[in-house]
């Protein structure tokens, strides 16, 4: 089945510690990107590809980072700069085309203990 | 800039009971608009979209159509069920970079 694939679906965080979060997918789209999702603030970008080796931040990039070396992958990389991680974490895909929706993950849930 | 501005929840109602959640956007450009649902610890799944206006999209009863001279995309569906109470996000797309705005989320809860 193609679809989109996040791992861990919990991650706990020791406070200082650099966490990273995976997300595969197989539909073969070009654009990937990450959200962080909190209560009642809906979706933010964090960062976001259109190709590979090439991506952009979004509105809260600071204390994340990302790589994009295939095209199935764009694993985000939360560090200790990043003041309050805990959030629930979604990756998407989608073509480029400005009609198309982004595809979904399951999400992860990122705690800091 | 984009932005999309959906009310704000939670929305309660009782079982087959008649559904609108208001959605209005502001976007440089022509978008595409859609409506995507999320359930408790999951991603969003998308439920319905339209591409161009006067476009009615529809989806496992639910329909939203595209009205550009009111700039809204408001969501309906004509008797509810409990299985319905999940978080509906309203997003937009004008072709650019990154992807897709999203509006904040309404929570919609269903009683028996």
């Known amino acids: 089945d193609g679809g989109i694939t996040q791992s861990p679906k919990y991650l706990f965080r020791k406070e200082g510690q650099n966490v990273t979060l995976s997300c595969e997918q197989n539909l073969n789209h070009d654009a990937m990107y990450w959200y962080r999702q909190d209560p009642g603030q809906g979706l933010r970008l964090i960062y976001y590809?259109?190709?590979?080796?090439?991506?952009q931040k979004g509105d809260i990039a600071e204390g994340y980072s990302v790589s994009r070396e295939k095209k199935e992958s764009f694993p985000l990389t939360v560090t200790s700069a990043q003041k309050n991680p805990t959030a629930f974490y979604l990756c998407?895909?989608?073509?480029?085309?400005?009609?198309?929706?982004?595809?979904f993950g399951q999400g992860t849930r990122l705690t800091v203990v | 800039g984009n932005s999309v501005t959906q009310m704000e929840g939670p929305v309660t109602l009782s079982e087959e009971a008649f559904l609108t959640i208001n959605c209005t956007y502001t976007a440089t450009g022509y978008p595409s608009l859609f409506w995507y649902v999320q359930y408790p610890g999951e991603g969003l799944q998308l439920l319905l979209k339209?591409?161009?206006?006067?476009d009615k999209g529809s989806n496992k009863g639910f329909e939203a159509t595209y009205r550009k001279e009111t700039t809204s995309f408001h969501l309906e569906k004509g008797s509810v069920q409990v299985s319905d109470s999940a978080v509906y996000f309203c997003a937009l797309r004008t072709g650019g970079a990154d992807g897709l705005t999203f509006g904040k989320g309404t929570h919609l809860i269903i009683q028996p």
């Open positions: 998407a895909s989608g073509p480029l085309e400005g009609w198309a929706e982004a595809f």
């Open positions: 339209a591409t161009k206006a006067d």
């Open positions: 590809s259109q190709i590979v080796n090439d991506f």
